[in-house]
């Protein structure tokens, strides 16, 4: 497990520093992935934050689901990874895509038809 850089909450600046606040740093949220094609959010811009647990309360509480489990016995299995994803972020690229070396090449037959 990483630990949490020092940092405070994007929404109201909590101290998630884990030095200073240990069990806030633990409990924060970091949220990093790249926006896919066609997001709201920009083609293939990288979205971030880090938000604190009373925002993540507060922001997402009514739609969490959270269930009562015993950390030290636990009954419901968690699946990597851990965190905010897309799940087609996860996934190999399909075997159709051309690789980097197939690209560079087409781009290079391009270019020089353009001369």
């Known amino acids: 497990m990483t630990t949490p850089q020092a940092c405070n909450c ?4 909590r101290d998630l520093n884990p030095n200073t606040a240990t069990f806030e740093a633990q409990e924060s949220l970091v949220i990093s992935y790249r926006a896919g094609y066609g997001s709201i959010l920009g083609d ?8 604190c647990q009373h925002c993540v309360q507060a922001l997402l509480g009514p739609w969490l689901q959270i269930v009562e489990d015993d950390p030290f ?20 690229p399909a075997t159709n895509c051309p690789s980097r ?6 781009f290079l037959q391009l270019k020089d038809e353009d001369k």
């Open 10 to 13: 994007r929404r109201c600046g």
């Open 73 to 92: 016995r636990p009954q419901v299995p968690l699946q990597q990874p851990q965190g905010a994803y897309q799940p087609n972020q996860l996934q190999a």
């Open 101 to 106: 070396e197939e690209l560079r090449s087409l």
């Open 44 to 51: 293939g811009n990288v979205v971030s934050s880090t938000l």
